[in-house]
């Protein structure tokens, strides 16, 4: 069998890659073990100078690396830039800190010496998504080999080249041989690779669907898990916020990665007093973003990544306004959409409770408008969901808003006046249908690590 890359503008394959035979897979989990049992005696310097050759690499490379993303799922050329530049951000953040992080801690007790070791556990799986599909792997590669680990890469079948590119950055760095292995593979496969016995762990950044069943499966086994799902990113706007650069932010926000983010902001929740002249701010700043071909440097919009998840966005919409929401802007399927992937910015207001758009995430460029009575009602509202990944709070009384942030809002990242990003330095990941553990910061490389006790009488 093999696995097509599909062009999302066009809708023209750009290449077709033969699947991984059983065996294959077998074998490259086997290479992979096989380099750890030498790689894990490596010191911490001696893994930082090829995560620093990566950055070498990253930067060389960010312009063609920029445009496999932009062909194979849709990304404008300056937002796969930015990625790129972003991965080599987490690679020489690990490379600095990662010994210090995984530093023996040492604990007083009866003992002579006592002491907390973290150990690398060996090979760790990772189910990787098409949305951000440099960022999301390097965010778990850097830790994970800074750690000791050694990683296989089950990505998205839609963008194996970018996939196969990372194998060749990590091969071009200089790492040991096969400390970073590509599986050729479609979903179909996942069971049995999360089966293998050399296989010690899984981290998945995907839908909520996708992370149930990961985690069914990596449970029965009591393999650990680290899962990065979906998100209903409710954005509350208070009485006071600027509402101008609030509105700009927001659009920014709902619309990066072409609407296509766990993180982006989808749920705007406005009080009522200044719902009317927010949405005139949010529709203006939503309406001015150009679409187009993601190849030209002045495209801001890009098209979905492939055109049946723009048709299911569609139904969603159409189905929201069918429950008694009113769409202020786009709504449709482009003139020039056709068999191709674009979907117009969206806005639907009146969306309340019981509505497709409140109650159920929306992946792609459509934003819903949800009226509150005051900040509490706010709060409530954006605390009504199931998941709980990111959220913001847009007002210019910082003491109010660090209190809402701190205790009231029920994620795992909560911004005041900006829109909901990771960083290498932060911990990222979520609570309830949104997952858990962490990426990134300390907690981030604690994740994949034997936290050992070691006691000496």
Not at 42 to 64: C, H, M, P, S, W
Not at 174 to 199: C, D, M, Q, R, Y
Not at 279 to 300: C, H, I, Q, S, V
């Amino acid at each position: 069998m093999s696995i097509s890359s599909i062009n999302p503008v066009n809708g023209e394959i750009i290449k077709e890659y033969q699947e991984d035979h059983p065996e294959t897979v077998n074998q490259k989990i086997n290479q992979a073990h096989e380099a750890w049992q030498s790689y894990r005696e490596t010191d911490f310097g001696y893994r930082a100078q090829f995560l620093l050759k990566i950055v070498d690499l990253l930067n060389e490379r960010k312009n063609e690396l920029a445009k496999l993303m932009s062909l194979e799922m849709g990304k404008p050329l300056k937002a796969g830039v930015a990625e790129v530049v972003k991965c080599a951000s987490v690679c020489e953040y690990y490379a600095k800190n990662g010994a210090t992080f995984l530093a023996d801690q040492k604990v007083e007790t009866d003992a002579g010496k006592s002491f907390i070791s973290f150990q690398p556990i060996g090979v760790v799986l990772a189910i990787m998504p098409w949305n951000f599909p440099f960022w999301q792997v390097f965010r778990f590669l850097a830790p994970a080999i800074m750690a000791g680990n050694v990683g296989v890469l089950k990505h998205a079948s839609g963008v194996m080249g970018c996939a196969l590119a990372i194998e060749k950055i990590v091969e071009d760095a200089g790492f040991h041989s096969n400390v970073f292995k590509t599986l050729v593979s479609g979903s179909k496969a996942i069971a049995e690779v999360i089966a293998h016995p050399f296989v010690k762990a899984v981290t998945l950044t995907g839908s909520t669907e996708a992370g149930k069943k990961v985690a069914e499966q990596a449970g029965r086994l009591i393999k650990k898990t680290v899962l990065e799902l979906g998100g209903s990113g409710p954005y509350i706007i208070l009485a006071d916020a600027d509402l101008a650069a609030a509105a700009k932010t927001c659009a920014e926000a709902r619309l990066i990665n072409n609407g296509q983010s766990c993180i982006a902001a989808k749920r705007f929740i406005v009080v009522k007093e200044v719902e009317e002249e927010f949405t005139r701010y949010f529709k203006a700043a939503m309406a001015a973003k150009k679409t187009g071909n993601p190849l030209d440097n002045d495209t801001e919009l890009g098209p979905m990544a492939r055109v049946e998840l723009r048709d299911e966005l569609h139904e969603q919409v159409l189905k929201t306004i069918a429950q008694g929401a009113t769409c202020i802007l786009g709504g449709k399927i482009p003139a020039f959409g056709g068999h191709h992937a674009f979907y117009q910015p969206t806005i639907l207001t009146n969306v309340k409770k019981g509505m497709l758009a409140y109650d159920e995430e929306i992946f792609g460029p459509v934003a819903a408008v949800i009226s509150a009575k005051d900040a509490d009602d706010a709060i409530n509202i954006a605390n009504d969901t199931p998941f709980g990944l990111g959220a913001a709070v847009f007002t210019q009384d910082l003491i109010l808003a660090e209190d809402i942030a701190r205790n009231k809002l029920q994620a795992g990242s909560c911004f005041v006046n900006e829109g909901v990003k990771s960083d290498p330095a932060l911990p990222f990941g979520g609570i309830n249908q949104s997952g858990y553990g962490r990426e990134l910061g300390m907690f981030g490389i604690h994740e994949f690590v034997n936290i050992k006790t070691v006691y000496i009488k």
